[in-house]
């Protein structure tokens, strides 16, 4: 099933859609700061659109290579992945569930891809497969109150 995500980012590589990120870049995540495939965002308002306990903020260790996936490949993908479309941050962490519960081997090469779910020119959620390869903690926020 997953063999869809490979030919859609086979696609955008012939394709050179390619979006470099260099550091000292900030990325955001909602969540829990792991391994494990997940979402991340340039932007920390994003987050609202995440669930999640901790606020997680992480800085590139070194230069980070993502294919970017336009809004025709995106849709085609979640269509043969039965994941909704209707709203990107969902999706992902549709795909996300998904990669981390598969045994799909991912070329070490490809560090994540960056998702262009909407109209704007501007790719706002990445979905990253080995964030603790790329990603040097910086920050964590609880979200729950204090007891």
Known sequence: MLAWLLQALEEAAAQKQFLQLEPPLFLYHRGVYSNAASIWT????????????????????????????????WQDLCQHLAIEVSNTATSLNQLCE???????????????????????????????????????LYDIQDLLPDS
């Open 42 to 73: 340039k932007n920390p308002k994003a987050l609202q659109a995440q669930a999640g306990r901790f606020d997680i903020c992480a800085q590139l260790s070194d230069s980070l290579c993502l294919l970017v996936l336009n809004k025709q490949q």
């Open 98 to 136: 998904l990669l981390n519960s598969s045994n799909l081997e991912l070329p070490t090469q490809l560090q994540g891809f960056a998702c262009n779910g909407g109209n704007s020119t501007t790719a706002p959620f990445m979905l990253l497969f080995n964030p603790l390869r790329n990603l040097q």
